[in-house]
């Protein structure tokens, strides 16, 4: 079992950025695939960042060149920076591990992107 706690959501403006964090209860990182999952109003969540164990990184190309995701294993905690942001990245951004587990997801945070 594993809890997820992700902050750093809040309310920006279209082009500004915003860095977002997720939190685990134990260190997980070092043993199983990650991975940074938006849902966006009215849809599925769905992933857009990933980090395998050994560090290959993969984004969907709607985020791509956009956002980064990296972690500190140290800290349990990996990170989502977002840059250029825009009105349809709008949703609830969680961390789980690849493949989800649904009895991992945690709160998310609500990131708003609005002028």
């Known amino acids: 079992q594993v809890q997820f706690v992700e902050s750093g959501g809040g309310l920006v403006q279209p082009g500004g950025s915003l860095r977002l964090s997720c939190t685990a209860s134990r260190n997980i990182f070092d043993f199983e695939p990650m991975g940074w999952y938006r849902q966006l109003p009215g849809k599925e969540r769905a992933w857009v960042a990933k980090?395998?164990?050994?560090?290959?990184?993969q984004y969907s190309d709607s985020v791509k060149g956009r956002f980064t995701i990296f972690r500190d294993n140290t800290e349990n905690t990996a990170y989502l920076q977002m840059h250029n942001l825009k009105p349809e990245d709008t949703a609830v951004y969680y961390c789980?591990?690849?493949?989800?587990?649904?009895?991992?997801w945690g709160q998310g945070t609500q990131v708003t992107v609005a002028s």
């Open positions: 980090m395998t164990p050994a560090g290959a990184i």
């Open positions: 789980n591990v690849i493949p989800s587990r649904s009895d991992f």
